[in-house]
């Protein structure tokens, strides 16, 4: 048992890699294939951007024409890990095209161009496969498409952006003010030194877009989804969340509702300190799954970073070996459930100043809150308003989800008529 | 994207099951095919024991007669989860030599094994899987073949137990005796009415010698590695637990040593309130794993149970569609590490008696408490100690693992002096 016996030569694939970058993703996985020999997979080439760079790999190696890759026939995976969206989608589309399986790890690219590619998968019976575009490490997608088949799952929740994770991390663990805990990030290599992406929620959203497709089949563009950042949270609100005993998260969440539709936004949100998400710090991503069959399951681990990419992009190109592909059962095979606004939302809302905040719209106003500078309110409002308006984050005021923040159109009255009693009304 | 359309027709292969055992994972089996018909995947025949019993499936299903499957060409994959050891060998042993892919949820069958089921796999090339074997709904043995190829894994423990996990739970978080909490576990089905295979640690450390194989590529049977179950833990540990701020758990754990070589053991450890597995309550089993690459993951779920145990054969029947199986990447394609009982545990003991506790074997002893009807002590002693001798676990005597609790042979003298500095020796 000390030999290395090849013990699979027989029935594996070798695979030949066109390889799209030599970032820090693209070298760390250059890295990991030259210590995993047993995968049977070589780098052929590396098509990079511009030729004068010193880098850490042979310069026969690398190559500026696309073509060299995508038209030589001994490639037969793509795997691409380039910072560009259209030119990154010219690639993969080219290469299953061109008969070549492709691997991604470009979150932006994939949720802009959801149906398209689709429809390529199916057009060219090739692989898509795109692990290290959603939680990088954590095997989400293939963990949605092995266990999660048809109706059964409940909800899911996740918190899958480090960047903004680890600013809140040290907001509330170290009461930094958000401007240096995003400072430390940009400083540690958290954070880009245009941190728009993660901090307003695209990154996030993109990202929940892509799993929303292979948790329930929807196909929807990422402008279609509810979304914010943590551009707006204070340093008041992480106060009143401690008070609480509360943390306070950037959560992804999609939950199935009676009517069969699905709730789906990404929102910050106070969450309980034994909540799984609770214990989801710095740098790290987490995910929550409840369903029928296996109940709750959680997943942890890096979100981001060279190596828990390359870790992600190197698990899907093992699985290239026996032709795994994503069969989108939920989407194929299942009738998929719509994205619904018919719902209600409980929120913590702090603001300037009453005029800011359409009281009106709100079913019930739980609790509220007036100091000179800033006020807050925790009430019930319509998910349309989040759907439809800006108020919420506009003119410095701040929404949070309360925990368990889904009320159902069932349960409004119920819920109001108690409301009120508790208030002596 | 309403409609239902079969895509994957082309190359997906029908499955047709010969089911072994309709118990409470059989039938939950059963009834989760029925309800995922994209999987293509049908029973085709149910071999059980008793004819008699009445059973929530046609009659028709049902034969006592197990060549029925065995040698039914039709019949492509055969799953067993029936409760007995060597019949289920049998049936997968025959199933493997009559080409049918074989699918198990018998950790202790399959730890008892292991050498012969190997062979069987690399001889016949068909598939065995068995992810129900090990944490049922956590997809461990998946990800440890598709994430941790090579060297990699640095260290791996987890709670792979429900049944004592819960008992530990209850004796911590509702202060109830060990013989309470273990009814309590009896009757809501978290314990068998013989409970000695879980609460002596023999199902743990099955289900430990499987992950070893598919963690390293170490292939042990399970009475070569030390273990020990909850049976000698006592009221009074659980409050020094607590003075300390540690929880109790019983941890199999697997760590690379210096030397390249694996210690590996499953007994009970003090476990600290931040530690991933201090999350872990009740029925419900966690997997912490530290790599190179992907850094720290943690995977938590309900590792028993009808449906759990269910939803874990369900994805392996799906996997088989695109001829999955195991590599076993560690033990054929890089040098196998040796168990190894070359280092030291930190370990608190509790005992009756000084006469119980071998004294002079430790190689220093931190902290110690003596009370009129029980003692404890804190101290380094060699592995092989436990290895070898059975002082303690007998005699009413408790070990418990320290928090971190391997050190390595290197570490020993600088750790040893400066233990001894610190007591003003």
Redesign the interface.
């Given at each position: 048992?000390?030999k290395?016996?090849?013990?699979?030569g027989?029935?594996h694939k070798k695979l030949t890699i066109g390889l799209f970058g030599f970032g820090v993703v693209g070298e760390g996985l250059y890295k990991?294939l030259q210590?995993?020999?047993?995968?049977n997979a070589t780098i052929k080439k590396v098509c990079i951007k511009h030729p004068g760079k010193k880098r850490n790999a042979p310069e026969e190696l690398f190559t500026t024409d696309k073509d060299e890759l995508l038209n030589d026939e001994e490639i037969n995976v793509i795997v691409e890990v380039i910072n560009e969206s259209e030119p990154a989608f010219e690639i993969v589309s080219t290469a299953l095209l061109n008969g070549k399986h492709a691997v991604s790890a470009s979150k932006k690219m994939i949720a802009e161009h959801l149906p398209k590619l689709l429809e390529l998968q199916?057009q060219t019976?090739k692989s898509f496969l795109c692990e290290a575009a959603a939680c990088?490490?954590?095997?989400v997608i293939?963990?949605l498409e092995?266990?999660y088949?048809?109706?059964?799952l409940h909800s899911l929740k996740a918190i899958v952006n480090g960047s903004t994770n680890f600013i809140l991390t040290k907001m509330f663990e170290e009461s930094l003010s958000f401007k240096d805990a995003l400072l430390l990030a940009q400083q540690l290599g958290f954070a880009e030194s245009d941190p728009t992406l993660d901090v307003d929620g695209w990154d996030a959203v993109n990202k929940w877009a892509i799993l929303l497709t292979h948790a329930y089949?929807i196909?929807e563009h990422p402008d279609n989804i509810v979304f914010s950042g943590i551009q707006n949270i204070q340093s008041g609100d992480a106060l009143v969340a401690k008070e609480k005993h509360y943390d306070i998260k950037l959560v992804a969440q999609a939950k199935k509702l009676l009517n069969g539709k699905v709730a789906a936004f990404v929102l910050p949100q106070f969450v309980k300190a034994d909540d799984?998400l609770s214990?989801v710090k710095n740098e790290?991503n987490g995910v929550v799954l409840e369903?029928?069959?296996?109940?709750?399951?959680?997943?942890?681990?890096?979100g981001a970073?060279s190596?828990?990419t390359?870790?992600a992009v190197?698990?899907d190109i093992?699985?290239l070996r026996?032709?795994?592909r994503y069969?989108?059962?939920k989407?194929?095979?299942?009738?998929?459930p719509e994205l619904s606004e018919d719902f209600y939302v409980k929120a913590y809302v702090s603001f300037d100043d009453w005029q800011y905040i359409p009281k009106e719209k709100f079913e019930w106003i739980e609790e509220w809150h007036a100091e000179a500078e800033r006020k807050y309110l925790v009430g019930v409002l319509p998910f349309t308003e989040l759907k439809n308006n800006n108020w919420w984050r506009e003119n410095n005021t701040s929404l949070i989800l309360s925990p368990e923040p889904v009320i159902e159109d069932v349960e409004i009255r119920r819920l109001k008529k108690k409301s009120l009693e508790l208030a002596g009304i």
């Open positions: 048992m000390g290395a016996i090849n013990n699979n027989k029935y990991a210590q995993t020999s047993s995968l199916k019976g990088a490490s954590i095997p293939r963990n092995e266990y088949d048809n109706d059964l089949g196909v799984h214990f790290y369903s029928s069959f296996a109940d709750k399951q959680f997943f942890y681990g890096k970073g190596f828990p390359a870790s190197l698990s093992s699985a026996y032709n795994y069969e989108y059962k989407l194929y095979h299942h009738i998929v």
